[in-house]
């Protein structure tokens, strides 16, 4: 079955770089769309960045050259990378297919403290 499991988050401090990583299966996971979503608290969740099978990414403007999204088509892995954070940026981050939404993973928090 699909499943999709994130992993990687953690506690820092403002200024701070973090990766997260989600680790895709049960789907051809070369020929979709992905996407880092995220969730704040009494926040609806929404998407971060995304990229497609080849490898263009498109970011929200708030993460702009902070974050870099990557995949591994090889290892149906999906990455982001996190740079300067900020506390507003402390959320639950998720992967998904932006095109084709799945069930959701558990997601991995992120917090960062200022």
């Known amino acids: 079955q699909v499943q999709l499991v994130e992993s990687g988050g953690g506690l820092v401090q403002t200024g701070d770089s973090l990766s997260v990583s989600c680790v895709a299966s049960?789907?051809?996971?070369?020929?979709?769309?992905m996407g880092w979503y995220r969730q704040a608290p009494g926040k609806e969740r929404e998407l971060v960045a995304s990229i497609t099978s080849g490898g263009d990414p498109y970011y929200r403007d708030y993460v702009k050259g902070r974050f870099t999204i990557s995949r591994d088509n090889a290892k149906n892995t999906l990455y982001l990378q996190m740079n300067s954070l900020k506390p507003e940026d402390t959320a639950v981050y998720y992967c998904n297919r932006p095109n084709a939404l799945v069930s959701w993973g558990q997601g991995t928090q992120v917090t960062v403290s200022s």
């Open positions: 049960g789907f051809p996971f070369s020929n979709y769309i």
